[in-house]
């Protein structure tokens, strides 16, 4: 296998394992389960389904303290992804644009903290309360 191509599966095997306990896990797995099933309903629905499984295997592995079993999850997905991608070299692409998709969404939620509310234009009936800093503009 390339070992670039080897290297992105690798890459999308941990990011997938970081995500499942972030807002960056449905787009993340949508995402993937396109890129997989490949415009196959069928096969996009499995895998689907397998990432459904994986997110609760990876919460059940978090909650134990489990960390064997979160290197396995990481393992299988890596696996399944060199597969995929020995036999769709040309999916590297997609799967790499996919992965800076991912980093970007990781990186605004770093920057920008755990909450983050915007309000734009509005008027309120009643009394709103908000942590954080206020910032009113005109």
Known sequence: MDPELAALASS????????WATDAWTG??????????RDDDH???TVAADLVTTQTELAAADATGDLDRLAQV?????DRLRLFLSENPA??????????????????GA???RDHLEVHHNTFHGP????????NHG
């Open 43 to 45: 096969q996009t629905a």
């Open 128 to 135: 709103v309360q908000l942590k954080g800093v206020q910032n």
């Open 91 to 108: 999916a590297g692409a997609e799967l790499q644009l996919i992965l800076d998709d991912f980093e970007r969404a990781r990186s605004y």
């Open 12 to 19: 999308a095997a941990t990011a997938l394992v970081t995500a």
């Open 74 to 78: 990481e393992q299988a997905w890596r």
């Open 28 to 37: 993340l797995k949508q995402q993937l389960g396109r890129l997989i099933g």
């Open 111 to 113: 920057a920008r903290g």
